[in-house]
């Protein structure tokens, strides 16, 4: 089955077309071309035209060409690099980073594309029934994901279901609440659930696209997200500059305040149920395949974001997150206090770390140099660590199969849901409803079997259930964009982040309120009037 992007790319030449609604700023919605939506929307082929338009800004600068996943994986506690690029976001100072506004307008753009795809091919005839439910099912859900990622980075947002027309032309539309905003990504998830096809159906689409077992586990995903955040209680994290054990007593996290939790918990666990009882998911046998450009699109890979070498739909991850760069070595990788926090023989650090690399330059390089016994000789090469930091990086595998390796922009792809999260999320929400079931237990050591470490302790109380849980998600998601939203829907950001305070590589960890939410772009705070200032501190 061909991926989605084959398709994007051959209908490129159409985006000024289907894109009517895109643009450059939030809230925005100028036309690219003189092509109205009556004249354009006519087919099936028009159809699938313009909801591979609504896919394509994800390949952009506004989203995860960079600055989607600069501003999420690069803020976190387990995350360490290079100064010249983790000294803005990375550091907790995000405007001075040049992308520092993009994700709010890749996601509107999002938005004003999929409302425009949701508002006319509903009214096309010249289509297959089942793939128009389809195309606005993908709608649906892309405007769904979109919303789900602006609350959590900026708190509530303003509401834009509808493009901008002679019946609908106010542009300054006031923030909803956090609630508000919620209940749109709940409502489109769920309208996404009853017209998106299962993986493997014949009219599901090709692999990139999203499908009904992918809008479930987003339902699930949002009702963790929200029950989580409203939750009371302690979370116990491994960190500060001694990697001890610290209790913290959460925060709940502004907006969801009186909601209950419980409820939503049980939703999240029977959603994730569904998934599970019902998906053709399963877990990639070996760590190491599941990133190989074999392992692409497989039943644990539920939602990839695609590339293609030689094209415009491709990414610099490779060569921000890889031991061996273009810049010589890669400038991301994990910190040492996060690697102790894996066992031994855990393929996840066993497999999934560059223990033995050479450097663009030519350097042999090992990592730890606290296990030289067992990677300093390789295959009668010596590795020749110099003692400094430049040798202890814990670089990830994740992003390092590609076509080149030796090109800046290359065919990585990105996971944006896999099915061990879902794993996870069932086990978290299960503690949370009914405490350490066997159920509970058996979704969570499914994860940690198939990564070769051991049972999770028994006979844990739920606190200790869900602490164990919290770090086993920042074992399995390690520099998959997750962590820093994990702490801060547990309301612990800040505690986890200013215990460490100055991190490996000298990176700033230290945080106030104001990295609790992103800034508002200033584009939007001088066009929208509705918007009366900015988030808390900026």
């Known amino acids: 089955m061909k991926a989605i992007s084959t398709y994007i790319i051959a209908l490129a030449g159409l985006m000024g077309v289907v894109s009517m609604s895109s643009c450059k700023k939030a ?100 289509i297959d029934p089942d793939i128009k439910n389809r195309i606005l099912g993908e709608a649906y859900f892309l405007r769904g994901w979109a919303y789900f990622q602006l609350v959590q980075l900026y708190g509530g947002v303003p509401l834009r279901l509808k493009s901008l027309s002679a019946e609908n032309p106010e542009t300054s539309v006031p923030r909803a609440t956090v609630k508000e905003t919620y209940d749109v990504v709940i409502n489109d998830f769920k309208a996404a659930e009853t017209m998106l096809f299962p993986l493997g159906h014949a009219k599901a689409g ?35 500059t001694d990697n001890g054990y610290y209790t913290y007593v959460k925060d709940v996290v502004k907006g ?39 392992g692409r699109n497989s039943k644990e890979q539920m939602w990839e974001l695609q590339s293609l070498a030689g094209t415009a739909f491709v990414n610099n991850l490779s060569a921000y997150f890889s031991a061996r760069s273009t810049f010589g070595q890669g400038a991301v990788w994990t910190t040492n206090n996060h690697y102790n926090d894996y066992e031994d023989a855990d393929k996840r650090v066993l497999e999934g770390v560059f223990h033995n690399y050479q450097t663009l330059q ?21 590795y020749n660590n110099t003692g400094s930091t430049t040798a202890e990086r814990a670089y990830v595998i994740k992003y390092s199969s590609v076509a080149d390796p030796n090109v800046a922009n290359s065919d990585a792809f990105f996971p944006l849901l896999r099915y061990s999260e879902v794993l996870l999320m069932y086990a978290e929400a299960e ?43 920042a074992r399995e998601f390690n520099l998959e964009g997750i962590r ?55």
Request: aromatic fraction near 12%.
């Open 206 to 240: 090709e692999a990139g696209r999203v499908n009904q077992g992918v809008a479930k586990a987003f339902l699930a995903k949002t009702y963790l997200t929200m029950a989580s955040g409203a939750s009371t209680g302690n979370v116990t994290v491994r960190g500060g």
């Open 484 to 538: 820093r939203f994990d702490l801060m829907r547990w309301g612990i950001y800040l505690q986890v982040m200013n215990k460490i305070s100055s991190g490996q590589n000298n990176i700033s960890k230290v945080r106030s309120l104001k990295n609790l939410l992103l800034p508002l772009p200033l584009n939007e705070l001088n066009s929208n009037t509705a918007i009366k200032g900015n988030n808390p501190g900026w």
């Open 362 to 382: 030519g350097t042999y390089i090992f990592y730890p140099s606290w296990q030289a016994t067992q990677y300093k000789v390789v295959n009668g090469i010596t």
């Open 27 to 126: 809230l925005e919605e100028k036309p690219y071309s003189f092509y109205s939506p009556e004249n354009f929307y006519r087919n099936e082929s028009d159809a699938k035209a313009a909801i591979n338009g609504v896919y394509n800004e994800l390949y952009t600068y506004d989203l995860y060409l960079q600055p989607f996943w600069n501003m999420t994986i690069l803020d976190d506690d387990h995350v360490s690099g290079a100064d010249w690029f983790l000294g803005t976001t990375g550091a907790g100072n995000p405007q001075a980073y040049f992308g520092w506004d993009r994700p709010w307008v890749g996601c509107y753009a999002i938005i004003a594309r999929a409302n425009t795809v949701l508002e006319n091919v509903v009214n096309i005839t010249n």
């Open 431 to 473: 503690n949370e409803v009914n405490g350490a079931t066997l159920a509970a237990y058996n979704a969570l050591n499914a994860v940690r079997g198939r990564a070769n470490a051991s049972n999770a302790p028994a006979n844990m109380t739920p606190e200790q259930f869900r602490s164990f849980v919290l770090a086993e998600r």
């Open 256 to 294: 969801l305040e009186g909601l209950d939790a419980k409820a939503y918990y049980t939703l999240a666990r029977d959603k994730a149920n569904e998934v599970m009882t019902n998906g053709p998911y399963s877990l990639t046998t070996s760590w190491k395949d599941l990133w190989s450009i074999a």
